[in-house]
């Protein structure tokens, strides 16, 4: 069985609790209140600049000077696209730079991040594209369940559309693909470890439509 069918099937549980969030059943009939998207944008917009430099890191450990162009140009597509979506987003929200300069993240953005960049820095980039493959793959699924909805607010339209799309495909394939044949060349053990680390990551994106519809903050 190819490593991501193995990975994808594990967590099953987790990425179906994430199709029926109320944050993503919310973004698909428009229900979703825009001050709990806000709450989003924010730390998503934190939550990528970090993805971005983990993708960067996976370019530095990457051992053929192919692959790191891939990922130095996957950092690119997080700024070009993902980022500029928000930019986008943040002036549509009525995002202030005050509000944006004076951010810090919620709980669940700084943990996720964290258990990326710990990947990074102890692991290969095997390990480094386990813990960040949710991040793609999640979304992309997302994307393609709700291209048939059509809520009435334009920001949720505009994200459908950006996920569901081609572009955001070929990324996604092509990072299963890269996990598929490092998984070939490792050991069981880096296998497992992997797997418990795509696992995390998939749970932190439950956690993350959790954050957002709840708007967490610190407790103290
Ligand atoms: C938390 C999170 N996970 C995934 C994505 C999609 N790259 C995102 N924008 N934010």
Redesign the pocket.
């Known amino acids: 069985m190819l490593f991501s069918k193995r990975l994808r099937e594990a967590a099953d549980a987790s990425w179906e609790a994430s199709f029926s969030h109320p944050f993503v059943t919310g973004i698909a009939d428009g229900t979703l209140p825009l001050d709990r998207f806000k709450h989003y944008v924010l730390n ?1 917009a934190y ?2 600049s970090c ?1 971005a430099q983990v993708q960067a890191l996976g370019a530095a450990k990457a051992t053929d000077l192919h692959t790191s162009n891939r990922m130095a140009a996957h950092v690119q597509g ?1 700024y070009g696209a ?1 980022l500029s979506l928000h930019e986008k987003f943040s002036g549509m929200l009525g995002i202030t730079d005050e509000e944006r300069s004076s951010f810090q993240p919620a709980p669940t ?1 700084y943990a ?1 991040t964290s258990h990326m960049f710990r990947a990074a820095y102890t692991g290969h980039l095997g390990d480094i594209i386990a813990a960040i493959l ?3 793959w ?2 992309y699924e997302i994307g393609e369940r709700l291209q048939g909805a059509k809520p009435d607010e334009p920001i949720y339209r505009e994200w459908i559309a950006a ?1 569901g799309g081609e572009w955001f495909k070929e990324l996604v394939q092509e990072q299963i693909d890269r996990l598929d044949a490092i998984a070939d060349t490792v050991t069981e053990a880096d296998r497992e470890r992997m797997q418990r680390s795509f696992l995390i990551s998939s749970r ?2 439950y956690l ?1 439509w959790d954050m957002a519809y709840k708007k967490e903050q610190w407790p103290v």
């Open positions: 998503d939550y990528l993805f997080t993902e953005a996720y949710p991040c793609y999640l979304y996920y932190y994106e993350f």
